[in-house]
């Protein structure tokens, strides 16, 4: 580990966007708390089995059973392409795993991984047109898999953070062994 980067200072960077940081030797596990994922869940699911049951034993509506299979497919579709609320860095096997919701699990080898991303956007909202807005800079890192870009972790700031970022980015190049990172 590299001794200038404080383990302090990353968790509380973590901390402020919601991610709980557990360092249980290799193993090191990003968290991120979402219950509105599991609600959203068995709401949709719900709904698309009462609509499928009803399409299916009465009278074989089309329309009916594509709403349900519809209203079951969102959350599955949704959970695939949303950023990861857990992620497990095990640096004894040498492996990263991607959680999003309940039913995408996806595991790479370091060796895999090319290099890790960092995407800066400004948003910015505007409260009167007398007065500055507020802006959030929001920094996406992404992970280069072969020709692909796999989301890996979403941080918000209310001011611009290239020192914090440059240190999450450098730790998480640490933990997984790559050897540079833009």
Not at 4 to 13: G, K, Q
Not at 29 to 52: A, D, Y
Not at 83 to 95: C, E
Request: glycine share 6%; aromatic share 12%.
């Amino acid at each position: 580990m590299n001794s200038s980067i404080d383990t302090e200072d990353i968790v509380s960077v973590f901390k402020e966007n919601g991610y709980k940081i557990l360092n249980a030797g290799e193993t090191i596990v990003l968290k991120k708390p979402n219950s509105g994922s599991l609600t959203t869940f068995i709401i949709f699911g719900l709904i698309g089995l009462t609509l499928l049951t009803i399409g299916l034993y009465i009278g074989l509506h089309f329309t009916t059973i594509l709403c349900g299979l519809f209203f079951i497919g969102v959350p599955l579709i949704y959970e695939r392409y949303k950023y990861p609320n857990q992620i497990i860095i095990d640096t004894n096997n040498k492996t990263v795993t991607l959680k999003s919701g309940y039913t995408v699990t996806r595991v790479y080898r370091f060796n895999d991984i090319s290099s890790l991303e960092v995407d800066e956007s400004i948003v910015t909202s505007d409260v009167s047109p007398f007065k500055d807005g507020y802006q959030d800079f929001i920094y996406s890192f992404k992970l280069n898999i072969g020709s692909s870009k796999h989301k890996f972790v979403n941080l918000v700031f209310r001011k611009q953070s290239d020192s914090s970022v440059h240190m999450i980015t450098q730790y998480l190049s640490d933990r997984l062994s790559l050897q540079s990172s833009s």
